[in-house]
């Protein structure tokens, strides 16, 4: 039989059973309904009209999300070691801002309290959790990381080479004043955002953002690339919801005993 803290752990961090899966589905309506209440709270019409039906909805949402963090925090072996773990700390950012809004009152603070109520957008990064599109996105741009990194130090360096040509070819006559101001240039039309702010007049100035502009399509595509790579050797790797009774996590091969973040038993008798 199991303990009520086993019970509540399979159901709150795991997915594989029934309950598993409504409590995420209840969740995620919460979310989805918590972040649509705080955009309407925005619209000065709709919170004259409706301020106290949004008001009363989102201390419903905080006493919700709290009672899942705490219960989060007793049916796992190291509740430390959630509590100070990425979506841990999400957790508590999307409840304080409301216990907060009770304590920091008065004109003056009127705008540090606007700033603390933008910290409930931070609800949405829970979304992930409960997706394992989004759960498996995340460890393929962690797998990629480095790869990444190089790449964003290739680039960096590839504008400010383009920047500082740019700069001597053009020069403060077309606008660019200084090579800092001629990076900027670089990224912007690199990227393909071209905000026109600042345009090359001669003509090697025009072949440089010409071929600035077509490197852009293969640079945007990179990363891209470097990140389907993994996601397509994920699909090889078998995982599941089991989440570890004692650190939490997830991500589980389907035949793993042992959890591969901290090593406790993944057996259900040993919890």
């Given amino acids: 039989m199991q303990t009520w803290k086993e019970r509540w752990h399979e159901i709150i961090f795991e997915a594989d059973t029934p309950a598993g899966k409504l409590f995420d589905v209840v969740l995620l309506w919460a979310i989805l309904l918590s972040i649509i209440a705080v955009s309407l709270e925005s619209v000065s019409e709709i919170k004259a009209d409706y301020g106290g039906i949004l008001y009363a909805f989102e201390w419903f949402v905080t006493i919700l999300f709290t009672i899942e963090y705490v219960l989060r925090l007793l049916t796992i072996k190291k509740p430390v070691s959630y509590a100070k ?3 841990g700390i999400i957790d508590l950012i999307s409840i304080l ?12 603070f009127l705008m540090v309290f606007r700033v603390l109520r933008l910290l409930r957008i931070f609800r949405v990064l829970k979304l992930v959790r409960y997706t394992s599109a989004g759960a498996n996105l995340i460890i393929a741009l962690k797998a990629s990381r480095e790869k990444i990194i190089v790449f964003l130090g290739a680039v960096l360096t590839l504008v400010i080479i383009l920047g500082t040509m740019m700069y001597m070819i053009e020069g403060e006559q077309s606008g660019f004043r200084n090579i800092p101001l001629s990076i900027y240039w670089a990224i912007v039309t690199l990227t393909t955002v071209g905000y026109g702010d600042i345009t090359p007049i001669t003509v090697w100035g025009q072949f440089l953002a010409s071929a600035i502009m077509i490197i852009g399509y293969g640079v945007i595509a990179v990363p891209t690339g470097i990140v389907s790579a993994e996601m397509t ?12 009774p004692s ?25």
């Fill in 97 to 108: 801002p409301t216990y907060l809004s009770l304590i920091i009152t008065g004109a003056q």
């Fill in 247 to 271: 650190c939490g996590k997830d991500g589980h091969a389907d035949d793993a005993k042992f959890c591969r973040f901290c090593g406790h038993s993944l057996e259900r008798n040993d919890l």
């Fill in 233 to 244: 050797q994920m699909k090889i790797r078998r995982t599941n919801t089991q989440a570890c």
């Fill in 85 to 87: 773990s990425f979506f």
